[in-house]
């Protein structure tokens, strides 16, 4: 796990979310929060989980407005230095779950 970097190079759109969701770490459920999201990962807050090194994490979540529960795997990509945030890169997704992110961002944009 990294520091977050001020200097942030993401290129991937971003929006704002508002989510509980279920964290898997080394095979155990903790419920976190999502503030974020883009097509390539989530930030996570840590709710009531222990302090871990674990970079391989398991997700499930539901996007708002939606039925369909999204399951993929993860790393812990960066840690911020004073909140309980974890940036979380998604590294297995299946294709019909990202299409479902990438349906909800492009319905998140403002038009003119």
Excluded at 15 to 23: C, G, P, Q, R, T
Excluded at 62 to 78: D, E, F, N, W
């Amino acid at each position: 796990m990294q520091p977050i970097d001020h200097h942030d190079q993401r290129t991937d759109f971003r929006v704002e979310i508002d989510i509980l969701l279920n964290k898997y770490v080394e095979g155990r459920p903790h419920l976190a929060r999502a503030s974020n999201i883009s097509r390539r990962g989530l930030l996570l807050h840590r709710l009531f989980e222990p302090r871990n090194k674990q970079d391989a994490v398991g997700l499930q979540f539901q996007l708002p407005g939606t039925h369909k529960v999204i399951t993929c795997a993860g790393r812990v990509v960066y840690t911020h230095p004073w909140l309980e945030a974890q940036g979380v890169e998604f590294t297995h997704i299946e294709p019909e779950h990202q299409r479902l992110i990438d349906d909800y961002l492009i319905g998140q944009l403002r038009w003119p």
